[in-house]
């Protein structure tokens, strides 16, 4: 049973440039969550995609849009990239709003230069 | 908004010894999680604590859930090398999102 695939594991951008980083969630979940995870911190919030549809969003700013498909896999998507922006990026999967949790990718690590 | 906060931040210790990370939270939550991260890797889910008092055990890790004081506590018994790593606690913010904890990072000694 495949878990949550993301791509690339790893990619480097320059300040400015635009990424997409994807993820496809584990067998028999419908919602795709992501989270953004700088050096020494612990991961935060970007949003989450339910039905196709953006469901909730954390403190980012529009530079971050994602997209969900009918086969619930999901992309996010960086504008203009900043330094900042570097970080772990994780990608969690789970089903509906259940109690048992997420599940998560094994990350893209961005770097922006 | 809700806040979690862990302590300690940072922890060395022996081999054999006992130990208890604590994780607060600001606003009633009820769910909460416990993470493990190694370094560069991605999150390996613990635990899912689900109501007051609950306690999960596997292994040498104990994760209790106290929702009246809002604390969590992660307690580490007879600690071995492999256990070192970064734990984080997280607890459900609203509707579908966790607010993770600041992480704290375990080295155990041999």
């Known amino acids: 049973d495949a878990g949550v695939t993301q791509s690339p594991t790893h990619l480097i951008k320059t300040r400015g440039q635009q990424v997409t980083l994807r993820c496809s969630p584990k067998?028999?979940?419908?919602?795709v969550s992501w989270y953004q995870q700088a050096l020494g911190q612990g991961p935060q919030f970007i949003f989450q995609?339910?039905?196709?549809?953006?469901?909730q969003r954390g403190n980012f700013p529009d530079r971050f849009s994602g997209h969900q498909f009918p086969n619930y896999s999901s992309e996010l998507n960086v504008n203009a990239l900043l330094l900042g922006d570097s970080a772990l990026y994780l990608c969690?999967?789970?089903?509906?709003?259940?109690?048992?949790?997420?599940?998560f990718g094994s990350g893209t690590r961005l770097t922006v230069v | 908004e809700l806040k979690v906060e862990q302590n300690p931040l940072f922890l060395s210790m022996q081999e054999g010894k006992n130990y208890t990370i604590y994780c607060n939270y600001s606003?009633?939550?009820?769910?909460l999680y416990w993470y493990r991260q190694d370094p560069g890797k991605s999150l390996e889910s613990l635990f899912v604590?689900?109501?007051?008092?609950a306690v999960k055990q596997e292994g040498r890790l104990m994760a209790s859930l106290d929702t009246k004081a809002r604390l969590s506590t992660l307690h580490i018994t007879a600690a071995v090398h492999d256990l070192s790593a970064t734990y984080f606690c997280?607890?459900?913010?609203?509707?579908?999102?966790?607010?993770f904890g600041t992480g704290t990072r375990l080295k155990v000694l041999a």
């Open positions: 969690a999967s789970s089903q509906g709003q259940g109690p048992i949790g997420y599940t």
């Open positions: 067998s028999g979940h419908d919602t």
């Open positions: 995609y339910y039905e196709e549809e953006e469901r």
């Open positions: 606003t009633t939550s009820d769910r």
């Open positions: 604590l689900l109501s007051n008092g």
């Open positions: 997280a607890v459900v913010g609203g509707t579908y999102k966790y607010i």
